[in-house]
């Protein structure tokens, strides 16, 4: 299985303190979250969208406090802090994951999505100086998760 990324931009914080994105386009697919170098790590977060567009609104809204919103709420605070400090996040998406005989998976379909999510995830960890801030339930990953 394979994937291209194709980076989208900069994540930034605006006066008012919430993250602004990079222009996506209105379609599904898999995006990527790269927060740098950290304590000798490249920090990632992989994530799916049903609308890559309207996705990162979510993100930008998370700023409230909402019980059904947990992962955004846990990103948005995550970025906020990181662009805050001085740090940089780069934004990366995929509308295409290859399978093992060529075909493409259905990314209009949640289950290809999570497909690709996960399989982004599972090369993601076969980095050792790469670190995942995506939970394992999250991604249906059984803990604890090894390394290949």
Not at 22 to 32: N, T, V
Not at 45 to 67: F, H, M, P, V
Not at 126 to 135: A, D, S
Request: aromatic share 6%; glycine share 10%; net charge positive.
């Amino acid at each position: 299985m394979s994937l291209t990324w194709r980076l989208a931009g900069a994540v930034a914080v605006d006066s008012a303190g919430y993250p602004t994105f990079p222009i996506l386009p209105d379609c599904p697919g898999i995006y990527r979250f790269d927060f740098g170098i950290e304590s000798g790590h490249r920090t990632l977060y992989i994530g799916e969208a049903k609308n890559l567009s309207k996705r990162t609104g979510q993100y930008r809204a998370a700023k409230r406090d909402r019980s059904h919103a947990l992962t955004s709420r846990r990103l948005h605070l995550r970025m906020i802090e990181h662009l805050l400090g001085g740090g940089t996040i780069t934004m990366a998406v995929t509308t295409e994951v290859t399978l093992g005989d060529g075909s493409s998976a259905n990314l209009n379909r949640k289950s290809g999505r999570l497909l690709g999510e996960s399989a982004a995830a599972v090369l993601a960890h076969r980095e050792p100086e790469i670190l995942l801030l995506n939970k394992d339930d999250e991604l249906g990953i059984p803990e604890p998760f090894e390394r290949l």
